[in-house]
């Protein structure tokens, strides 16, 4: 099992540029999730699918921010326009079905910085 | 709302002392599970263990225990004989349910827990 990967690891950009950061979760897990983790704000949830339905976006901060499921197997956050406030580290997790009882899987995260 | 309050920013012991972290949430639900995450440097998310709400039971694996108190609505997480390598961010979660298609995780701010020679 190769766990949860998410790529790049590291992405540094110019403010106002795109970025499309991407996720391909464990296979059979059918719940994914995005979390964005700063020293201010800690680990803060984005977005939440479930078998390819978005959920819950209520975390996403603006509509700079969108994320898609286009399949079971491949997730994107893209943030456009970027800014230096969205320097942080962006993290991909998934669940099983019956997720509860078995915990989620993170991914090694992405660290985007936004010169 | 739920949330998960995780007091102590930072802990600093020597190698070979017992510490526990403290971790205290809210929650109107009657079921809920509640996690532990270590962050080590390298900065990945590593499950350490879950609970659910209708299981009080304390747990212990190797030198980690855990001990769940609905009462006082805690979640404390002891490190016995602490190890460098235990140094880490510690985070503990409480599961929420979200439009009854599922439950993501709401996470405390962690402690960071630095275990020197």
């Known amino acids: 099992d190769a766990g949860v990967i998410q790529s790049p690891r590291h992405e540094v950009t110019e403010m106002g540029q795109e970025v499309t950061l991407r996720c391909k979760p464990i296979?059979?897990?059918?719940?994914l999730f995005w979390y964005r983790q700063t020293m201010m704000r800690g680990l803060e949830l984005l977005i939440y699918?479930?078998?390819?339905?978005?959920?819950?976006d209520s975390g996403m901060p603006e509509d700079r921010f969108s994320a898609k499921m286009p399949n079971a197997s491949f997730s994107t956050l893209k943030i456009q326009p970027s800014e230096p406030r969205d320097s942080a580290v962006y993290f991909c997790?998934?669940?099983?079905?019956?997720?509860?009882?078995?915990?989620?899987?993170f991914g090694s995260g992405t660290r985007l910085t936004v010169v | 709302a739920q949330k998960v309050t995780q007091a102590q920013t930072e802990i600093s012991v020597v190698e070979k002392e017992d510490v526990t972290l403290d971790c205290v949430y809210e929650?109107?639900?009657?079921?809920?599970?509640l996690f532990w995450y270590k962050q080590p440097p390298s900065g990945e998310l590593v499950f350490l263990i879950r609970?659910?709400?209708?299981?009080?039971q304390n747990e212990i694996s190797g030198r980690y225990s855990w001990n769940f108190q609905k009462s006082t609505s805690s979640f404390n997480f002891t490190i016995t004989a602490s190890q460098v390598v235990d140094s880490a961010v510690y985070f503990c979660?409480?599961?929420?349910?979200?439009?009854?298609?599922?439950?993501?995780?709401?996470f405390g701010k962690g402690t960071t827990l630095s275990v020197s020679s």
């Open positions: 609970r659910n709400s209708f299981d009080e």
């Open positions: 997790a998934s669940s099983p079905p019956g997720q509860v009882n078995y915990g989620y899987t």
């Open positions: 699918f479930n078998n390819n339905v978005p959920i819950d």
């Open positions: 296979s059979g897990h059918n719940s």
């Open positions: 929650t109107r639900d009657t079921t809920y599970y």
């Open positions: 979660a409480l599961s929420e349910a979200i439009r009854k298609a599922g439950t993501a995780l709401i």
